[in-house]
């Protein structure tokens, strides 16, 4: 028989499938998806009218143009997204809370003011966006993954909280004239890069339902990768934006720590400051991101939520090549030196480096000091507290721990780092960011221009996307949390089992490298977006989105030429 926990997933799984309209819902049985792989693109399309992919396959700067005009009423907009992630929730598995219902009354009541001579509520008026279930929204519950958050507020019952608060972000959101319609999946624990828990399962990427979406954000790389919503926002304390991103061929930013509003989400471990988790949308587009950033950087978020740095948009560094000059140099680090890129991503990489150089922009060998212990600390302070946090949630539904997080934070709690150890760590930290900002300045002596590098281009993964029950690299990320720098996500490529072939003399590094190595399926992996990241130092979103954007313009029109 089933457990207690075991029914109450099951129970909020089928709430979730029943919060579907009925004429949304996909003939059964679904397809598989050894028999059918891809599922975005022109797959999804067929049960969509041609009115609804003319909305929702336009990014968020188009939607917002057309709603804020007057041109496209906010109810049709967010209709359309309402089925669109109806259906990508149907083959990938990718929502936790549906409320199309409270959406769809919101975007009417936007209409009427529109219609009663208001003008647009503000930049984002009209603009359905989606949210990781980390994010309170008024109206529905907020799980993040716990079985036994159902039917509480964050694990606690009699608060007066419980589907009654907005964070801080959502609130701003809401401000601006956008519509939060839906929230996405992630793993519970958020401490994955495999988007899986007791509620949903398996979080599918859309365009290869073989592999993972990445996580922990992966639940909105997978809505947003089916065009489910045009943009949305999700966390990273160790790659959980950017990785997504990659897996599903979008656009996505780790800003700094203190640039958008942490404040009233969820999280694990949430007196963890050594590292923290910082906010920040992804998007179907470049451009997409620059709207967000400005329009909630106007809502002045440091008179809200005190972690915030008080730094409004600053336009001048979304133009590096006005303060620069015509040059730039990026520093190139193509590997962490712990498990190497599979085929496609060192020619996603060589392609991007290729275009630097074309464009008559200079490369240097990125050699800081050592990331690997970047890496290791940043491991190290996630475990800190040996498991309390994580198995105090478990626990309150006595459910299954998924496996992958269970390597990491052992089958009951531990021994918590005492509070000179913790002291320690933060040294260290702070030593090592030392090191590494000292590295950066020193690299004027390297360029032509006697400036310090630009930014760092590197992969995101070592792998397109994790296999299910297969290794799971993750040093191309935990760095920049470690640092607090900026990185921006981009899409540049796909897997193409005739070119990224199978390198039988690949001779590996280390035990790690070896196992992706032999891990590496060209076949499996074939289609399957490819991304890289672009690295910045502290609060530099807006001139690493302006690097991005010239990257990605000529990376672009080089494609379309080919």
Not at 183 to 202: A, D, E, Q, R, Y
Not at 476 to 505: C, E, M
Not at 536 to 549: A, F, H, N, T, Y
Request: overall charge negative; hydrophobic content about 40%.
């Amino acid at each position: 028989m089933a457990s207690s926990w075991e029914k109450l997933a099951s129970k909020k799984r089928d709430s979730i499938l029943a919060a579907i309209p009925p004429e949304w819902r996909l003939p059964q049985p679904l397809p598989t998806p050894e028999a059918q792989k891809v599922v975005a693109g022109s797959y999804v399309r067929q049960f969509l009218s041609a009115r609804e992919v003319e909305i929702t396959e336009n990014d968020a700067v188009t939607i917002t143009e057309h709603t804020t005009s007057g041109k496209w009423k906010a109810t049709e907009v967010v209709t359309a997204f309402c089925h669109r992630a109806a259906l990508a929730h149907q083959l990938t598995n990718c929502l936790h809370e549906i409320f199309f219902e409270q959406a769809i009354e919101h975007a009417k009541r936007l209409d009427a003011a529109f219609a009663a001579g208001n003008g647009p509520i503000g930049p984002l008026h009209g603009l359905p966006v989606s949210f990781k279930d980390q994010f309170h929204v008024k109206g529905v519950e907020t799980t993040m993954g716990y079985v036994g958050w159902i039917d509480t507020f964050e694990g606690l019952k009699g608060t007066g909280k419980e589907k009654n608060v907005d964070s801080e972000l959502v609130r701003e959101a809401k401000a601006l004239g956008a519509v939060p319609f839906c929230k996405t999946s992630l793993p519970h624990t958020v401490m994955s890069g495999i988007t899986w828990n007791n509620i949903v399962g398996f979080t599918l990427n859309p365009h290869n339902r073989l592999l993972s979406c990445g996580g922990s954000s992966g639940g909105e790389g997978a809505l947003i990768g089916m065009r489910g919503s045009p943009i949305g926002f999700g966390t990273d304390i160790g790659g959980s934006i950017r990785i997504p991103s990659a897996f599903n061929g979008l656009y996505g930013i780790r800003p700094s720590f203190g640039r958008l509003p942490y404040a009233g989400a969820a999280n694990s471990m949430p007196g963890q400051n050594t590292i923290p988790s910082v906010c920040g949308p992804l998007a179907t587009s470049l451009g997409s991101l620059k709207l967000m950033l400005q329009a909630i950087l106007s809502q002045e978020p440091w008179q809200h939520d005190p972690a915030v740095v008080e730094l409004p948009w600053r336009d001048d560094l979304y133009t590096p090549l006005s303060a620069f000059g015509a040059k730039l140099t990026f520093g190139l680090l193509p590997t962490d030196g712990l498990v190497n890129p599979q085929p496609a991503i060192r020619r996603a990489f060589e392609t991007v480096k290729d275009l630097i150089i074309s464009m008559g922009h200079e490369v240097v060998e990125w050699k800081p000091p050592s990331q690997q212990n970047l890496v290791k600390l940043a491991l190290e302070v996630f475990t800190a507290d040996a498991g309390l946090d994580i198995w105090h949630h478990i626990g309150l539904s006595d459910e299954t721990l998924a496996s992958d997080v269970a390597a990491l934070y052992g089958k009951e709690p531990g021994t918590p780092k005492t509070v000179d150890k913790m002291w320690e760590a933060n040294l260290r930290l702070r030593q090592y960011q030392k090191e590494y900002m000292d590295y950066w300045n020193s690299t004027a002596t390297m360029t032509k221009s006697g400036r310090p590098v630009d930014a760092v281009l590197t992969p995101v993964s070592a792998v397109p996307a994790f296999q299910f029950g297969k290794s799971i690299p993750i040093g191309y990320t935990p760095w920049v949390n470690a640092l607090d720098y900026t990185s921006v996500v981009f899409p540049v490529t796909k897997v193409d089992k005739n070119i990224d072939t199978f390198d039988d003399q690949y001779r590996p590094i280390n035990e790690a490298d070896k196992q992706a190595w032999q891990e590496n399926d060209p076949e499996l992996e074939h289609g399957t977006p490819v991304g890289l990241q672009l690295v910045g130092r502290r609060l530099q979103e807006e001139k690493i989105l302006g690097l991005v954007d010239l990257i990605s313009t000529s990376l672009a029109a080089k494609q379309k030429i080919m």
